[in-house]
């Protein structure tokens, strides 16, 4: 079993392929990477570019692309060679382009994969196998090349070259996530090619398609249990990113190997940590056969796979709608299903359907809404309100499922737990249906006004056990955040997180009061309940000195209707402005006239782990915030210097933070210049717009970008 340092349980490091790169569809997948501290291996070619080559990519002549590398290089990931340009070269133009890659990084390449069918490739082609070359030589016969870098009367020969400057070659890829399975001897040097000093495997992963079929969860899982080592070799420009976002199933996976306790480093550093723990260069002829026999193994079986896919693929595309981006065909019709939000509401219809709309998306809300309507440019279809649960869940349901395959959506969006049993049948239709979870549903149950306290664990139960088995069965799942996320990562494989930030623009008053003119008053705006603290809040307005004549101004809506007669007998109820529910410019125009927000929800088990909108909203505003020191908040509102965190549950703590900032303008004032910046940087919907219109593009339009089944890149 491997050991690695700082007692490490894996390793893991990346080989990208340069080819197809530019900075523009590699940066962000390096940025993530960064990120969450993995140093991978960037190849690269040092000479220029040929536009007439049969697979282009910017090469360290281009100023912005040697800017970029160079960047990368500073930041700890290693720069590799992919031959010295994306043609055929003589050796004269591999001799200079050696000494152009050290001009400008520095030093020679460490690294080297050789590049499909150029000519002076390093034992290609026949020459790279003993036993399987003729079967080799039989699958590649229809277009057989000749591969002379090892030649030494060939004008393409460099093998002296190499020999001298590189000190690691790739070779074989395996469809095999750990290598120690399959060459427990790499780095290894074969003496029957001797211009290599030491030559390494990797694993299959060409493009985001088979980079996420290598690291699925089970194959992090085995990882880490066998102790294993993986070079991961893709082309990061294949697929990887979308209009300038990561492929949310590529960021998921990478996070999540990143959380396990791997060691991430270059290709080099892993090579020359193995190659100190062996103290030998030798390998049995018995494990190189073994490699050879399964890489063909693997290479037949891509190709059966290859074919079986596109012949299922060819009767499903005839004549089915194409994606909103697909040129010349109508754009893909979308159906966002809710019976318990409105019409309009910010989050699915303002935000979601309004974003995809722009995108070129026909979007189409059905709802509850009393009659057909638009928001924007997202026609509402109107069934009518219910006359109660059971009846929204019976005969109202029935009403929308007919109206749903009425509607004959490409996808269908659903927003609330009740409408999974649609959303299954949807499923069963061959509908590509998407689950959008805004809350941790079974951890609601627990404060249900209207269900018996003790059946509420029963009841918690079974609802998680149906949520689940709903879930493993969806075309896809949105979560609102990051913590719901985690409970459905491993059960449906394309999850994706789409935060519900503030737009920037949306809550930004028009006109803000100067925060000297500004009365004395701090704001809460949401649902309005006892678990989210309506009683503290009252009761700290009365700790409240009467000569500062604060007011609460309070807006929303009661989720138990008996809650509002029972406040209004308070005598705290005095300091309440009470607004009733606003629209979005009567919130922003609120939010320009107080001094802060307010956000004291219980520390209940849904609660703890939510990012509340109110919360981005009061930092949109540019107004500080007063939130409950959850540890999940403490993160976002210290990490912005936007707020005072205070306990939930102790009115006079959260009095005494009330007072503060209303009596010091200065501190206050910088507070919220400070949210409002971090949301604008970070917190805002522009970002999670990129992630949900890259997971649509996704689920209406996927492709596996090529990688051949028998080819010369692997």
């Known amino acids: 079993m491997n050991t690695f340092p700082g007692s490490a349980k894996f ?3 990346i080989f990208d392929d340069t080819d197809l790169s530019t900075v523009e569809n590699v940066a962000p997948i390096y940025s993530l990477l960064s990120e969450i501290g993995m140093r991978t291996t960037k190849s690269v070619w040092p000479l220029a570019s040929v536009a007439e080559a049969h697979v282009g990519g910017a090469s360290l002549q281009n100023p912005e692309y040697l800017s970029f590398v160079l960047g990368l290089k500073r930041t700890g990931f290693e720069i590799a060679l992919h031959n010295v340009r994306n043609t055929c070269s003589a050796r004269s133009e591999i001799e200079a382009g050696l000494d152009e890659f050290n001009r400008l990084i ?5 690294v080297h994969a050789n590049h499909a069918g150029n000519r002076e490739n390093l034992y290609w082609g026949p020459a790279r196998f003993s036993v399987v ?7 590649t016969s229809l277009h057989h090349r000749q591969f002379e870098g090892h030649v030494e009367n060939s004008s393409y020969f460099w093998g002296d070259l190499c020999r001298q400057r590189i000190d690691y070659v790739r070779n074989l890829v395996f469809r095999e996530i750990n290598l120690e399975r399959i060459n427990p001897s790499m780095p290894y ?6 211009f290599v000093n030491m030559w390494f495997s990797s694993s299959d992963a060409s493009d985001q398609t088979t980079f996420c079929e290598l690291l699925s969860e089970a194959n992090q899982d085995r990882l880490e249990e066998e102790h294993g080592i993986c070079i991961a070799y893709t082309h990061l420009a294949c697929g990887f990113v979308n209009e300038g976002v990561v492929h949310p199933r590529v960021e998921y996976l990478l996070r999540r190997l990143a959380r396990k306790g791997g060691w991430f480093v270059p290709v080099s550093s892993l090579l020359d940590f193995l190659r100190q723990q062996h103290q030998t260069a030798s390998i049995s002829m018995a494990e190189l056969e073994a490699m050879e026999r399964r890489w063909l193994f693997d290479r037949m079986a891509g190709t059966v796979q290859h074919a079986v896919s596109k012949w299922r693929a060819y009767p499903k595309a005839k004549g089915h709608r194409a994606s909103a981006n697909h040129k010349g065909s109508p754009p893909a019709r979308v159906v966002h299903i809710t019976s318990v939000h409105p019409g309009c509401d910010v989050r699915i219809f303002v935000k979601e359907c309004q974003s995809l709309a722009r995108a070129g998306y026909e979007v189409i809300g059905l709802t509850n809404d009393q009659q057909d309507a638009h928001c924007g440019d997202v026609r509402i279809r109107g069934l009518g309100r219910s006359g109660g649960r059971f009846q929204r869940v019976t005969t109202k349901l029935l009403k929308m499922a007919r109206e749903a395959f009425r509607m004959n959506g490409d996808v269908y969006h659903i927003h609330d737990p009740e409408l999974l049993l649609l959303a299954l049948l949807l499923r069963a239709r061959k509908k590509c249906v998407i689950y959008d979870v805004h809350e941790d549903l079974p951890s609601t149950i627990l404060y249900k006004h209207y269900i018996p306290a003790r059946i509420r664990f029963p009841i918690m139960g079974v609802v998680d056990f149906l ?3 709903a879930a493993r069965l969806m075309s896809g799942v949105v979560t609102a955040t990051p913590s719901i996320a985690e409970r459905f990562q491993n059960l449906n494989r394309n999850c994706v997180v789409v935060n519900n930030f503030p737009d920037l623009s949306e809550l930004a008053p028009v006109q803000p009061l100067l925060w000297s003119h500004r009365p004395m008053s701090v704001a809460y705006i949401g649902g309005i309940a006892e678990e989210r603290g309506i009683h503290e809040l009252l009761a700290a307005m009365g700790y409240l000195p009467k000569s500062l004549q604060a007011k609460l ?4 809506w009661f989720q138990d209707q008996a809650l509002y007669p029972e406040l209004q007998h308070l005598p705290e109820w005095a300091s309440v402005k009470w607004r009733g529910l606003l629209d979005r410019p009567q919130i922003a125009e609120l939010l320009g006239s107080v001094r802060a927000g307010l956000v004291v929800l219980h520390p209940e088990s849904n609660f703890l782990t939510s990012q509340p909108t109110k919360l981005f909203e009061y930092m949109a505003a540019g107004v500080p915030v007063v ?3 959850f540890p999940l908040w403490r993160d976002i509102i210290r990490g912005a210097g936007c707020g005072i965190l205070v ?4 009115p006079s703590a959260i009095a005494e933070v009330i007072r503060y900032l209303l009596t010091h303008d200065t501190e206050a004032e910088a507070m919220g210049r400070r949210g409002q910046q971090a949301v604008e940087e970070r917190f805002n919907w522009g970002r999670e717009e990129c992630k949900l219109l890259a997971f649509y593009g996704s689920m209406t339009h996927p492709r596996r970008v090529g990688s051949a089944a028998i080819g010369e890149s692997c």
Not at 106 to 110: A, L, T, V
Not at 189 to 194: F, L, V
Not at 553 to 556: I, K, M, Q, R
Not at 647 to 650: I, K, S, Y
């Open 647 to 650: 306990d939930p549950r102790d």
């Open 106 to 110: 520095g030093h020679d390449p460490r």
């Open 133 to 139: 070359a003729p079967f080799y030589r039989a699958m």
């Open 627 to 629: 939130a409950s020191d």
């Open 467 to 469: 949520e689940t088995a």
């Open 189 to 194: 040097h074969d003496e029957r090619r001797p």
């Open 11 to 13: 390793a893991f490091s």
């Open 553 to 556: 101004e309070l807006a929303g």
